[in-house]
């Protein structure tokens, strides 16, 4: 048995979409995808902007890698974020990862410079990660999100 119809226009699909373009339209998501870009770019240029590159040290490596990572995913979110809101909790778990980083890798320069570059920069990863779950949960319906109305427009949840 075959359906003519394409699932892509299906009305559920079509107002998922509808929602998710919405979300993405918001300027407080755009702001977390844009500051979340640049705090990914910024940790994986720390290496030579704190200065410890030089060593090749596993920090740097590992401040190279997780920095692109990313950066990647706030580009997924800015710009497909219907498919990309479901891997929306590994944003904060880069964070937390950042954050502890200094101390769990072995043979890293965890020197001061090091350390508060990554825990300040850890720290921005993960708060602008839980802000773009938050986009995220708006369409499940969890609490601390928000909802479309027949609109486009987007308001808190009540």
Same mark, same amino acid.
């Given at each position: 048995?075959?359906?003519?119809?394409?699932?892509?226009?299906?009305?559920?699909?079509?107002?998922?979409?509808?929602?998710?373009?919405?979300?993405?339209?918001?300027?407080?998501?755009?702001?977390?995808?844009?500051?979340? %870009?640049?705090? +990914? =770019?910024y940790? $994986? &240029?720390?290496?030579w902007?704190?200065?410890?590159?030089?060593? *090749? @040290?596993?920090?740097?490596?590992?401040? %190279?890698?997780? +920095? =692109?990572?990313? $950066? &990647?995913?706030?580009?997924?979110?800015?710009?497909?974020?219907? *498919? @990309?809101?479901?891997?929306?909790?590994?944003?904060?778990?880069?964070?937390?990862?950042?954050?502890?980083?200094?101390?769990?890798?072995?043979?890293?320069?965890? @020197?001061?410079?090091?350390?508060?570059?990554?825990?300040?920069?850890?720290?921005?990863?993960l708060?602008?990660?839980?802000?773009?779950?938050?986009?995220?949960?708006?369409?499940?319906?969890?609490?601390?999100?928000?909802?479309?109305?027949?609109?486009?427009?987007?308001?808190?949840?009540?």
């Open positions: 048995m075959t359906h003519g119809a394409d699932i892509g226009t299906h009305p559920d699909i079509m107002q998922m979409r509808a929602r998710y373009e919405a979300a993405a339209a918001n300027p407080a998501a755009q702001l977390a995808d844009g500051l979340t %870009l640049l705090s +990914g =770019l940790l $994986a &240029l720390s290496p902007i704190v200065g410890f590159s030089g060593t *090749r @040290t596993p920090l740097a490596v590992n401040n %190279l890698i997780t +920095g =692109l990572a990313v $950066a &990647l995913l706030a580009m997924g979110y800015s710009s497909a974020f219907g *498919r @990309t809101y479901g891997i929306s909790w590994v944003a904060p778990l880069l964070g937390i990862w950042t954050i502890i980083a200094p101390w769990v890798i072995r043979g890293g320069m965890a @020197t001061t410079a090091t350390i508060i570059s990554n825990v300040v920069v850890g720290a921005l990863i708060l602008f990660g839980l802000a773009t779950m938050r986009f995220g949960m708006m369409e499940r319906g969890q609490p601390g999100g928000f909802r479309t109305t027949g609109s486009a427009h987007m308001g808190p949840a009540h």
